[in-house]
């Protein structure tokens, strides 16, 4: 049979494991108190049309410089000369399409073996 001495044990380590789970509350509540004041932050700050304003014309300057760079390297590339057999060489190696070799071709300045290489990199 059990003492007296181990009864008032178990007593105690029931105790302790009924503190425990009150912790966990107050670590989680300290997380969502720490939530709030970031989301409070977030929504006090306000945000000027202004500023919206000069953000979307920068993006679209971007946008735009960023397209006619495009088309230009598309005209340099549509200048370069390459040779039929190139072409063909390349799509019976590679086994690609047309569009593909001759851009591949183009971009290495009608050089097959540059043009090859890339390719198989």
Partial sequence: MAAEGDVDLDLEAE????????EKPR???SGAADLERVTDY??????LSSDLETAMSVIGDRRSREQKAKQEREKELAKVTI???DVELIMSEMEISRGLAERSLREHMGNVV???IALTN
């Fill in 27 to 29: 670590k989680h509540d």
């Fill in 114 to 116: 540059e043009a090859l």
């Fill in 42 to 47: 977030a929504e006090e700050k306000e945000i």
């Fill in 83 to 85: 040779k039929k057999e």
């Fill in 15 to 22: 105790e302790n494991c009924t503190e425990k789970p009150a």
